[in-house]
């Protein structure tokens, strides 16, 4: 009896990818989960938030990408049932009655994330993949009436490969792990929306060289280059795009400006403009349904009507994110943290709230750990499986990955308004303050005072 099956549709669907050349899909439950209005809300949820403030090009959704990661999935899927087809039980080998879950966790794996979705998690303590799981198991919901289709169970059973509770470590790790079909979807289509080089890697011989284990997917000895290159990918695509300053900066203005009608909201409802479908979240009583009713556009009609506001603070973070007008930074050190008390009562006696204008951001990133006790990617180091069927961790073959496994890349960073920085042949009031300002703030570094 086949483990698990679906309907197949009477001839294969093809759409059109930027980054894949086509998605394929020929089970209809595939076909009917991306024709779910949950799914199809993914097309009204920017993928990488206000980068587009730095990148114009990154406008691309969380839609294109569950479709990508559902296709590199469908592609490992096949060459794991084509060359890898498990021959007896406890071989190690990967089980072709598994693809079907493999591929519609791959394509629910992210259908959890809201508008901003960090920013906002962070503020109105909403968690992504909780957020996915609830939906594909409530039976209210059309994911889930297209996955139960296969089986009654069969949407508990995906809501467990996201959640990383599913029994088989090669399914979970298809999709989580340090060299997973989502993160390998993520860095070439968010190089090729912002138009960096940086994240493009050889996907061509990585899936050449892909293999299951016992515990987990490997990649051969032959290709251990390839897995180089992919880590040296998203090494960069970290330092030059996801942490960029400006979009840093941009995501600060977002959090102040929700935390401030968060604020506002909870003092007097009657003195904000909100629409009914962020208004549960300001008040703190929101259900799902509410959650699914949230997307970038009702985030900036909020933000629109929000740039009107008598409030002077609420208006001012509005207009600052509709325009564009990022907060400046520097970068600080264990050294130089203790200056920025002395920072905020500079910004505040020049007239800014530095709860509003002030923030201190860190952005670091593991390029590669071999080894990871906790947290999302526990025990999941790359492994390059020998000939003799020996698997060796890849830090200990590349001395390339063994410069980056451990170590944090990135800054921290004190965002403040741009006019403390500005200089003007007109004389201002408040001068005397930008100059004791400017006097800590060195080659985009803070500094203390020379004595």
């Known amino acids: 009896m086949v483990k698990f099956k679906s309907q197949k549709l009477d001839h294969e669907k093809v759409i059109r990818d930027p980054v894949h050349n086509y998605i394929h899909i020929r089970d209809k439950v595939v076909y009917d989960v991306i024709k779910s209005k949950e799914f199809q809300r993914l097309r009204r949820i920017k993928q990488l938030g206000p980068a587009s403030y730095v990148f114009p090009g990154a406008t691309h959704t969380r839609f294109?990408?569950?479709?990508?990661?559902?296709?590199?999935?469908?592609?490992?899927?096949?060459?794991?049932?084509?060359?890898?087809?498990?021959?007896?039980?406890?071989?190690?080998?990967?089980?072709?009655?598994?693809?079907?879950?493999?591929?519609?966790?791959?394509?629910l794996h992210d259908i959890g994330h809201g508008p901003y979705s960090h920013t906002f998690e962070h503020l109105f303590g909403t968690n992504h993949e909780k957020m996915g799981q609830a939906i594909i198991t409530d039976k209210s919901t059309e994911v889930n009436k297209a996955l139960r289709q296969v089986s009654p169970d069969f949407p508990d059973l995906v809501a467990q490969v996201i959640a990383k509770t599913y029994p088989n470590p090669q399914v979970v790790k298809l999709i989580s792990s340090q060299a997973d079909a989502d993160r390998m979807d993520y860095l070439l289509r968010d190089a090729y929306f912002t138009g960096v080089t940086y994240g493009a890697f050889d996907l061509t011989r990585v899936l050449e060289v892909i293999r299951p284990f016992k515990d987990g997917i490997s990649f051969t000895n032959k290709g251990i280059h390839a897995v180089e290159d992919y880590i040296i990918s998203r090494y960069q695509m970290y330092q030059q795009v996801y942490f960029h300053r400006i979009n840093r900066s941009m995501e600060v203005i977002l959090h102040h400006l929700l935390e401030r009608a968060q604020t506002l909201y909870q003092e007097d409802k009657r003195q904000l403009p909100v629409t009914p479908q962020l208004a549960a979240f300001l008040g703190g009583k929101w259900t799902l349904e509410d959650y699914l009713a949230l997307d970038d556009g009702v985030m900036e009609t909020n933000f629109s009507m929000?740039?009107?506001?008598?409030?002077?603070?609420?208006?001012?973070?509005?207009?600052?994110?509709?325009?564009?007008?990022?907060?400046?930074?520097?970068?600080i050190s264990e050294e130089t943290k203790d200056l920025i008390p002395k920072l905020k009562k500079l910004i505040e006696a020049a007239g800014f709230n530095p709860k509003y204008y002030t923030a201190t951001n860190s952005a670091f990133d593991e390029p590669y750990d071999a080894y990871k006790p906790s947290g999302k990617n526990a025990h999941s180091p790359i492994e390059i499986m020998q000939e003799d069927g020996s698997l060796i961790e890849l830090s200990k073959v590349s001395p390339l990955v063994k410069s980056l496994n451990g170590t944090l890349q990135g800054d921290e960073r004190f965002f403040f308004p741009k006019t403390m920085i500005q200089h003007s042949n007109e004389p201002q009031i408040f001068d005397p303050i930008y100059q004791e300002f400017q006097q800590y703030i060195k080659n985009n570094e803070l500094h203390h005072l020379e004595k």
């Not at 990408?65 to 559902?70: C, K, Q, W």
Request: hydrophobic letters at 35%.
């Open 64 to 107: 294109e990408h569950n479709l990508g990661v559902y296709e590199l999935t469908r592609r490992i899927c096949n060459i794991f049932n084509d060359r890898y087809a498990t021959q007896h039980p406890n071989d190690g080998l990967w089980n072709p009655e598994e693809t079907l879950l493999a591929q519609c966790a791959a394509l």
């Open 306 to 331: 929000w740039r009107n506001s008598n409030d002077q603070i609420l208006s001012d973070l509005a207009t600052r994110y509709l325009d564009r007008h990022p907060l400046e930074s520097v970068k």
